[in-house]
């Protein structure tokens, strides 16, 4: 965020001699400004990647180091489904398998069905071959060039991905594991069972090298490792890209809150599809390249270890990391290729030495599984960020930045928010006899409620009166059993969230539901996710209006933090977890107002404020009445009440008990003994 | 011996296997009632018990099948054994949970699942790196007994499992229903925070969950072992897997659940491996783990759907 660094609002703050002594004092690296920086790092590891096979020609280490890049892949693969979305995948050998047995079966001799003139044209296209058979006749050989199959294995890996995943991805988490952890069984069951396609449990026989421009890759191991090079940088650059786009913030917003994601507008289905197809397509891959690679498959190489190796191997470098999974992932690989087989053989010498018998023989690359589990344990326990965290910490704010002042009188500049202001009048809102129960309890019966256009309707009751069902209801979060919610003259009972959030209707939560690994930016631009367009082609290309839409979205959601004044935006790119209370308030208001709604939906939004920031808050909210918006409040607070709304309705058991102008049902009987108890109704 | 009396000896068989998977799949349901967790330790804290089992009689002077007992000393050295192989299995789920997750209670998302598989591996290994790849003859030192009924026969061993299995989920049962702890324990399934509130020590009865589910597997790898004659580093696997899918089948939280379902999982390996192919079991099993979560995800005797968040 170099923008925002140099932005009149924060950099006052930076204490000028510290700096200077810290510029005086760091060595030369740390005065390249840092995207200069990292993107020398990137290029000086590009450039070793691509010299590695000259300065160090073992083909036997280089083999080695081609087998870490497929597992890089599949790390890179994985993150997307476990780090971008959130999702525990424990089959993902599966895709693996299905990318590998594509390429074999169309590269090798495995298939050989009778010739006919039905593969003509496969011929011409030099897909097949037409060779004499065993039995007399023809038969097809089938010769897919590598290339082709690359693209066509990612597609059909991500076809199953779909498939596996769209029955599942309404499950929550744990039992997707399950659920995946079954197909990552099925898979490798199935090759073995299937020995006419895959050769059984003998496995693939004389899979065809990659060929290029005539030249067979054969067995040497330096072709092999400059494709997968140029595979695990075609990933790193799709999961950056993917990662910073809409679709990325939609991943991590499914994966810290699916419930606030939904009622932001993400689609939660359609984007955990999404993950499940990616994060396929790389390992299918990832598959075509390894089978041409060993020019072999068998089944054990697809099985439940496998997909737990490339779980160690993101947990390792860090979960939804990019750089981190690779370095994980390589870091793992070598530890097992070289690094035990050195200290195996260093303890030979060494037992050799002391005459000590079982350190003449120890074997550690045997306890190569036995490092892993204890890898996910420490990780797990001591350090869940893993090697290269994918959220770097921010520095802590200066005094300056931290001393907030009070605004009064509301937002002074709100243009940004331009509820495009409707000639309209009557309702916005129409609530009729809405029914909510679980199981037994109702929550909310036969609730009836208008909303008039550009007006501020209080719900208020006592708590466990139904306030928070009935917005829940009015969002698509539960179901009612019977009752009709009509937005602008549109129907949206049974709209799931993400559509009702499209009807203009954003809300926040009573009980705080910001995505918390998340920074305070990314919080605001997943609420605007339904006003964005772009999709993952755009995203991956970076495509002119793409980077456009980006760059307008930032800066819209710079502008919406800027109405709470030097709150939020000194704090843009900390993450939500670190703010305080009132701040997360903030922010939930922000994040709805940045999906640009008509209808904004408050859930208590000044509880836990004190009185002066409850006053600066009210001022806000009814100067966003003011610019136009429609909004419902839910408020225990009854100065608050007083001073918002036009319109107060009281629920109490779920029923609407009273309704009409504040001071009105302020000295409503029924409301003082719903709130205070019979006694003070009758004192 | 006709085609009905091969399918109603697979049921005997089946139910066997059934009481066994219903063992360690209460061991889950347990678990995952209290803590929404799905332990994938429990797999292999079943097969280091089956080794603790091993052990145990060996101890006694008991190896391979050769050495038949009968009257007290078969009760008694499979007692012995018995209460051996449950209070280690359950001292090794009370050691994981204390060292390895209640760090990470509050902590959400996938780190605990992550955390359990593991401990899972280490336990594998450990066993693997010790004992070694080999599968080992297992002490047995029941008589041969065979009943002819009718057109099936049942025996001994069966009979020992039926009524061990009978007799601990009874026990359990008792526990659950009657005792303080147990009431606390299923206070704490339906609402961990509130039980808390009320007074209930729920890290107390989280150790409670894993020390009798880590018990019960230690019964059930006592059970796989006489039963089969043999155990291995790699058994904790398959048969967790099938135990997990008993357990997700009955409705994973509920233990009536997990005891059906244990029974129904030991029918369908027998009776499919019988009239599919035995080579398709695993995958008839894994069909029915997914197909039961996606199409019934609260099984058969479960209260809540597993979808809310």
Redesign the interface.
């Known amino acids: 965020m170099a923008e925002l660094e140099e932005s009149p609002a924060s950099a006052p703050a930076r204490p000028m001699s510290g700096s200077r002594l810290r510029v005086a004092t760091l060595p030369l690296v740390a005065r390249i400004p840092p995207r200069v920086r990292s993107r020398l790092a990137v290029g000086l590891l590009a450039l070793a990647a691509l010299l590695f096979p000259l300065l160090h020609a073992n083909d036997a280490d280089i083999d080695s180091a081609a087998n870490a890049l497929a597992f890089a892949a599949l790390a890179l693969g994985l993150n997307i489904v ?1 780090g971008f979305a ?1 999702l ?1 995948d ?1 089959g993902y050998a599966a895709f693996f398998a299905i990318g590998a047995y594509a390429y074999g079966a169309a590269a090798s001799f495995q298939l050989q069905p009778e010739w006919s003139s039905f593969w003509e044209p496969f011929h011409w296209l030099d897909l097949v071959a037409r060779l004499p058979g065993p039995a007399g006749g023809d038969v097809v050989h089938f010769q897919v060039s590598f290339w082709l199959m690359l693209p066509i294995s990612a597609a059909l890996a991500a076809l199953f991905g779909v498939l596996f995943g769209a ?2 991805l ?6 997707l ?3 995946t ?3 990552g ?2 898979v490798p ?2 090759a ?2 299937m020995p006419a396609v895959t050769n059984g449990a003998m496995g693939l026989n004389g899979v065809a090298a990659p060929q290029l421009f005539g030249y067979s890759f054969g067995i040497s191991a330096t072709p092999y490792y400059y494709v997968g090079v140029g595979l695990v940088a075609l990933l790193i650059v799709t999961s950056l890209r993917l990662k910073e786009s809409r679709i990325g913030r939609a991943w991590m917003a499914i ?1 810290e ?3 606030a994601a939904a009622a932001m507008g993400v689609n939660r289905v359609r984007y955990k599809l999404l993950a499940f197809a990616i994060g396929a397509a790389f390992a299918g891959a990832t598959g075509t390249f390894y089978v041409a690679k060993l020019q072999t498959a068998t089944p054990e190489m697809f099985m ?1 270890p496998v997909s ?1 190796m490339v ?1 160690v191997m993101i ?1 390792f470098g860090g979960i939804g990391s990019v750089w981190g999974v690779v370095v994980g992932a390589l870091l793992l690989q070598m530890l097992q290729s070289w690094f035990l087989e050195d200290l195996s053989q260093w303890l030979h010498g060494l037992g050799r030495l002391i005459d000590v018998a079982w350190l003449r023989h120890v074997e550690l690359a ?2 190569i ?2 490092i ?6 420490v990780m ?2 001591y350090r ?1 960020q893993g090697l290269i965290p994918a959220t770097r910490p921010m520095p802590a704010l200066s005094l300056d930045q931290q001393a907030a002042q009070i605004q009064r009188g509301g937002f002074a500049t709100l243009p940004v928010i331009s509820p495009q202001p409707s000639p309209e009048t009557g309702s916005l809102l129409a609530i009729s006899g809405l029914t909510v129960s679980f199981g037994g309890l109702v929550a909310l019966r036969e609730v009836g409620l208008v909303v008039p256009r550009h007006g501020v309707v209080a719900v208020i009751g006592p708590n466990g009166s139904g306030k928070s069902t009935l917005f829940n209801a009015v969002t698509g979060l539960v179901t009612p059993d019977r009752g009709s919610v009509v937005m602008a003259g549109r129907e949206i009972v049974g709209l799931p969230p993400h559509r009702v959030l499209e009807c203009g209707i954003a809300r926040t939560f009573q009980n705080l539901r910001l995505f918390p690994n998340l920074t305070v930016l990314e919080n605001v631009m997943i609420g605007m996710h339904a006003r964005l367009a772009s999709g993952a082609a755009g995203a991956l290309l970076r495509l002119p209006r793409t980077r456009r839409e980006e760059e307008e979205a930032r800066e819209r959601a710079l502008a919406i933090l800027a109405l709470f004044g030097n709150r939020l935006v000194p704090r843009a790119e900390h993450l939500a977890s670190s703010l305080s209370y009132a701040n997360r308030r903030r922010t939930e208001i922000a994040r709805a107002l940045a999906s640009n709604p008509t209808l904004l939906l408050l859930d208590e939004p000044t509880a836990g404020m004190n009185p002066a920031e409850t006053l600066e808050l009210a001022e806000q909210i009814k100067s966003l009445n003011n610019s136009g918006l429609t909004i419902v409040l839910i408020e225990h607070k009854l100065d608050v009440v007083v001073s918002l709304a036009d319109q107060v309705v009281v629920l109490d058991h779920g029923e609407k008990i009273a309704e009409g102008r504040p001071e009105t049902v302020r000295n409503d009987e029924e409301v003082i003994r719903a709130y205070l108890g019979r006694s003070a109704a009758f004192a | 011996m006709t085609e009905t009396g091969v399918l109603l000896q697979q049921v005997v068989n089946g139910l066997s296997l059934g009481a066994m998977y219903a063992l360690l799949a209460i061991g889950f349901t347990l678990v995952y009632g209290i803590l929404e967790l799905i332990n994938f330790a429990h797999f292999n804290v079943f097969m280091v018990a089956s080794f603790i089992g091993m052990w145990a009689l060996q101890l006694l002077g008991i190896s391979g099948q050769s050495r038949v007992l009968t009257g007290l000393a078969l009760a008694g050295s499979l007692g012995f054994a018995f209460v051996v192989t449950m209070a280690a299995a359950g001292v090794i789920g009370v050691v994981i949970e204390r060292v390895s997750l209640r760090p990470l209670r509050g902590v959400g998302g996938t780190a605990g699942m992550i955390t359990t598989i593991g401990v899972s591996y280490i336990l594998f290994n450990v066993i693997l790196l010790t004992v070694g790849a080999g599968s080992e003859n297992y002490p047995n030192p029941l008589p041969v007994h065979r009943w002819q009924l009718g057109q099936v026969v049942v025996e001994l061993k069966e009979v020992l499992i039926w009524a061990v299995s009978l007799i601990l989920m009874a026990g359990l049962h008792i526990f659950v229903s009657r005792t303080r702890l147990g009431k606390a324990m299923r206070a704490t399934a339906q609402d961990a925070e509130a039980a808390r509130m009320m007074g209930v020590d729920v890290d107390r009865v989280v150790v409670t969950a894993f020390f009798l589910g880590s018990a019960l597997a230690g019964a059930a790898a006592l059970i796989f072992g006489l039963y089969y004659n043999y155990t291995s580093f790699i058994i904790g696997y398959t048969a967790g897997l099938r135990a997990l899918t008993a357990a997700v089948l009955g409705g994973i939280g509920s233990i009536p659940g997990a005891m059906v379902g244990g029974l129904l999982i030991g029918l369908i390996e027998t009776l499919g491996g019988q009239l599919i192919a035995v080579r398709w079991t695993d995958v008839i099993i894994f069909s029915i783990l997914v197909l039961v979560l996606v199409f019934v995800p609260a099984g058969l005797f479960g209260r809540a759907a597993p979808t809310k968040s």
């Not at chain 1, 309404?170 to 039992?175: A, P």
């Not at chain 1, 892993?372 to 344990?377: A, Q, S, T």
């Open positions: 476990v959130g525990l424990l029955p599942t309404r499950l929550k988490g744990d039992y594991a399950i659920v952890l079954g197909f069984e099925i069951i199935v073995r069972n994966r809150d699916e419930i439940f737990v779980l947990v045997s306890s599984e036995l892993f589990g204890v890898i996910l344990v797990m326990l869940r």
